[in-house]
């Protein structure tokens, strides 16, 4: 078993930052993948970021060239530095993490942009 702890979610105003943190409890150097996703009441859980074991990088479009993920191995951590928040980044984030085939979330940080 794997825990991911988020933390860093919270209100912010439009044009703002925020960092999330993902603390896992298994070294990140392990995980096929790590990153971060998002769901808004009704709709489906969406793809922000994530990064591989090769330090390959997949973002979506709508974080492109607003969000940065980056991790910390000693600390087992992966980030978020997300900048120029809209409203419409409003919504739930969650931690993801691929350890040897198994699918591992956290347990989900809110995120609010205000306008």
């Known amino acids: 078993q794997v825990q991911l702890v988020e933390s860093g979610g919270g209100l912010v105003q439009a044009g703002g930052s925020l960092r999330l943190s993902c603390a896992a409890s298994?070294?990140?150097?392990?995980?096929?993948?790590m990153g971060w996703y998002r769901q808004v009441p009704g709709k489906q859980r969406e793809l922000v970021a994530l990064i591989t074991s090769g330090r390959s990088t997949n973002y979506a479009d709508s974080a492109k060239n607003r969000f940065t993920l980056s991790r910390d191995t000693p600390k087992n951590t992966v980030y978020l530095q997300m900048h120029s928040l809209k409203p419409e980044d409003t919504a739930v984030y969650y931690c993801?993490?691929?350890?040897?085939?198994?699918?591992?979330w956290g347990q989900g940080i809110q995120v609010t942009v205000s306008s």
């Open positions: 298994r070294s990140i150097d392990s995980a096929y993948s």
């Open positions: 993801h993490a691929i350890y040897s085939f198994h699918n591992y």
